[in-house]
């Protein structure tokens, strides 16, 4: 894999799969943005990422993904750094034990997990198109549950951390189908993956690491694949020539796979895409359209 001269965007690159696959990037030659909301652990990862890749292009923006205005900072940064994105994967998500809104009113799991992949892709798009052929992978899981567009935010229900998980999850599955549809034709490409079940420290950081991540851990540690083994798939749909021009797919270990069926259902992904974009403020008039070779911004 030679990625030289490619520019990669990689959130939650602090940690488990995040870290594993900036890591095979910029083994691979990449300039890697690397996402991490701490400072600290962000440093500590660059210079691991570093060293282990032989690879010093590896820059680290610091944005804590469950803020909008953060996010939109975020963007700003990989805007003063590149002219051009090529790869873009969002990989950080979390679960929180407990509900709780976000200081913009959204609730904490679907503020990560959904809503930030949505607007910091809108808000790279016309980079990834100046940098296409780009591809997009949002990374998925098979613990989808379907979404209550009348609740999404948890106030009219008891919250459920694990559905609450599985229905932020699902957000991202409808989001790649209808981005899929709004930039065929732009030279971008945007896919899911469900990378396997592998060892983590998913929602560790929020909390939620006692109630359920942790009895994973201890019960089939042993048998779990490791991240690196989970960054394979990442990465194959990053680089291989076979997926080039594929868009709009859910992909297991290098084949699609099934989407839940609410994923199929092209009015839910518009309305799930309506619905995601008042919650961050963003106009229809202000997303690119696709034009020839290119986006229109209106
Ligand atoms: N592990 C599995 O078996 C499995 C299976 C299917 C799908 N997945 C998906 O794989 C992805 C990576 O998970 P993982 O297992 O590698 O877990 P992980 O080791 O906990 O990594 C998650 C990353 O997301 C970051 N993150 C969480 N909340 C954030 C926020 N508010 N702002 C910025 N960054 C934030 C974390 O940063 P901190 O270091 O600051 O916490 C961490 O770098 C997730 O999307 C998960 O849903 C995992």
Redesign the pocket.
Known sequence: MNLSQRHALV??????????VATALAAGGAHVLM????PH??EA?RTEIIAASGNPAVDLLC?????QS?IRALAAGVRGRVDALHLLV??????FPRWGLTPDGVE?TL???HL?PFLLTNLLLDLLVAGAPARIIN?????NTAMDLEDLNWQRRPYRMMQA?GQS?LG?LHFTRELARRIAGSGVTVNAV?????????????GAQGLF?TS?DRLLGWA??T?EQ?AERVIHLLTSAEVAGISGQYFGDRVPIKAPAQADDAAANERVWQLSAAMVGLAEESFPRVSGKGLDHR
Do not use: E, H, I
């Open positions: 959130t939650g690159a602090s940690s488990g799969l995040g870290k594993a996402v991490a909301r701490d652990r962000g990862a944005c804590d993904l469950s803020s953060q969002n990989n950080a998500g979390t679960a904490r503020a990560v997990n930030a990374v998925g899981t098979r613990m998980y999850k991202n469900f990378p396997g079940v592998f060892r983590s420290n998913l929602g560790g950081t929020d991540w994973v779990l694949k991240p989970a």
